[in-house]
T-cell receptor
Framework: EAAVTQSPRNKVTVTGGNVTLSCRQT?????MYWYRQDTGHGLRLIHY???????QIGDVPDGYKATRTTQEDFFLLLELASPSQTSLYFC??????????????FGPGTRLTVL | GEQVEQRPPHLSVREGDSAVIICTYT??????FFWYKQEPGAGLQLLMK?????EINEGQGFTVLLNKKDKQLSLNLTAAHPGDSAVYFC??????????????FGEGTQVTVIS
C-alpha cells in the first residue's frame, strides 16, 4: 500500500481559481514537504512542515499557502491560481530533516494546469 | 548558496551499454548526496545516498562516484536495460538539519534505453 498519496492526480483550473492539493502519508513521519517540478529546474521546495500545525516557508512560496492539519495530512492551497503555477507538484515525507541526510518518500504527483 | 548543475538533460543509451550522469555542486561543505529515480507517472524513489567519506558506492546495475576535489557526483548506469528508462535527479545538502538547512536538486536527466 502506497505510503504517500496525493489527490487529485490531475487538475485543470482557470486563472484566478481556487485549488487545494492534498497529501496524506502513513509513514508516521513528522516531516512533510511540497515541491514543484518544472523542466530545467528540477524540484523546488514550496513549503514544508515538521509537525501538525507547523509550517515553514521554502524557496518558492509566492502564491502558495499550506496547512498541516495532522501528522498525516498536508495541504497546498492556491487561492488565486495563475498560469505560472502550471506544474507537477510532489508531496514528500521523511523521518527527519531531508537536508540532514534522511530519505524522502514521494507521492505520485499532481499535474496542475492553470488556463 | 548551493548550486547544482546536472548534465546531460537527455540521454539515449542502447540496451547493454553504459551511461553517465554528472552533477557538479558549488558548496565545499556539502556532505550528503542523493540519487533519486523517477519512473513515468510516479514519484521519486531513492536510488542511493552517499556520505562525505564515501567515494564509490555500487548498487544493482549502477555505480555512484563522489569526487570531492572537483565537487562532482556521478551516476554510472552499467549494462542499461529498459527498466532504467526514467528521469534521474541528484540532490545535495551540507548536512545541516533544522530550519537553516537546504537540499538542492539538480535539473534532472531523462534517460531512454533503446532496445
Amino acid at each position: 500500500e502506497a505510503a504517500v498519496t496525493q489527490s487529485p492526480r490531475n487538475k485543470v483550473t482557470v486563472t484566478g481559481g481556487n485549488v487545494t492539493l492534498s497529501c496524506r502519508q502513513t509513514n508516521s513521519h513528522n516531516y512533510m514537504y511540497w515541491y514543484r517540478q518544472d523542466t530545467g529546474h528540477g524540484l523546488r521546495l514550496i513549503h514544508y512542515s515538521y509537525g501538525a500545525g507547523n509550517l515553514q516557508i521554502g524557496d518558492v512560496p509566492d502564491g502558495y499557502k499550506a496547512t498541516r492539519t495532522t501528522q498525516e495530512d498536508f495541504f497546498l492551497l492556491l487561492e488565486l491560481a495563475s498560469p505560472s503555477q502550471t506544474s507537477l507538484y510532489f508531496c514528500a515525507s521523511s523521518d527527519a530533516w531531508a537536508w540532514g541526510g534522511y530519505e524522502q518518500y514521494f507521492g505520485p504527483g499532481t499535474r496542475l494546469t492553470v488556463l | 548558496g548551493e548550486q547544482v548543475e546536472q548534465r546531460p538533460p537527455h540521454l539515449s543509451v542502447r540496451e547493454g551499454d553504459s551511461a553517465v550522469i554528472i552533477c557538479t555542486y558549488t558548496d565545499p561543505n556539502s556532505y550528503y548526496f542523493f540519487w533519486y529515480k523517477q519512473e513515468p507517472g510516479a514519484g521519486l524513489q531513492l536510488l542511493m545516498k552517499v556520505f562525505s567519506s564515501t567515494e564509490i558506492n555500487e548498487g544493482q546495475g549502477f555505480t555512484v562516484l563522489l569526487n570531492k576535489k572537483d565537487k562532482q557526483l556521478s551516476l554510472n548506469l552499467t549494462a542499461a536495460h529498459p527498466g532504467d528508462s526514467a528521469v534521474y535527479f541528484c540532490a545535495v545538502s551540507a548536512g545541516t538539519g533544522g530550519l537553516s538547512g537546504k537540499l538542492t536538486f539538480g535539473e534532472g536527466t531523462q534517460v531512454t534505453v533503446i532496445s
